[in-house]
């Protein structure tokens, strides 16, 4: 059985541990016609460095990227430096499903 999540589900701005964070979409903010599985609104990784480029256009310039980025389907993916400061931007309806993934590296001895 699905759980449903929690309304406005974020995550305040931080660092992760390791070398690379991933986040994986498990379902599509369009839906699923197929299954008749809603989507959802709003969600996504903000990323501070993006805030810094001077470029940055909140009239939906798709030439210069968006500080929230969201994967473009089920199975895709976003990836970041782990030391990269980010947040996860509110989910406003639906339920957004990811897999996040924290890569790190050892030392063989």
Known sequence: PRRSGRA????PLHRDGGLV???VALNSH???PTTGEPGFEGGGTFLEN???NDDY???GNDDVPSPV???MAPGHAVAHRSSERH???PTTSGVREILVLFLTA????
């Open 87 to 89: 947040a996860g931007a």
């Open 106 to 109: 050892r030392q063989v001895d």
């Open 50 to 52: 993006l805030m810094d």
């Open 30 to 32: 369009l839906g699923d």
């Open 57 to 59: 256009d909140r009239s």
């Open 21 to 23: 964070s991933v986040n």
């Open 69 to 71: 980025q969201r994967p």
């Open 8 to 11: 406005g589900a974020s995550q």
